[in-house]
C-alpha cells in the first residue's frame, strides 16, 4: 500500500471514531485487504463482535499511536514541500 492511500484511509478512519463511529470493515468503505493492512502494521486496533461474517463481525475499535503518528509525520513531510 502507498504512503498516499495509507494516510487518506488512516485521516478517514480517524475521522468516524473521532465521532463516535465503531464502523465495520464493511461499513468503513475499504477493502478488507487495506483494513488487514493497517492492523497487521499497527496502525489500527480491530474489535470482534463474535457474530456475523468477516466483513460485518470486525469493527474498527480504535486508531492506536503509530496510526496516529503516521499522519502526522505525512502532514510534516508535505508542510516541508509546501516552502
Known sequence: ?????KLVALIRLRDML?????????????APEI???LTTERLIRLGDKKFG???DRYVIEEMLADG??????QQALRDRLDY
Open 1 to 5: 500500500m502507498k504512503d498516499q492511500d
Open 18 to 30: 473521532y465521532f463516535g463511529v465503531r464502523p465495520t470493515v464493511r461499513q468503513c468503505g475499504f
Open 35 to 37: 483494513v488487514q493492512e
Open 53 to 55: 461474517d468477516v466483513l
Open 68 to 73: 496516529l503518528s503516521f499522519i502526522m509525520e
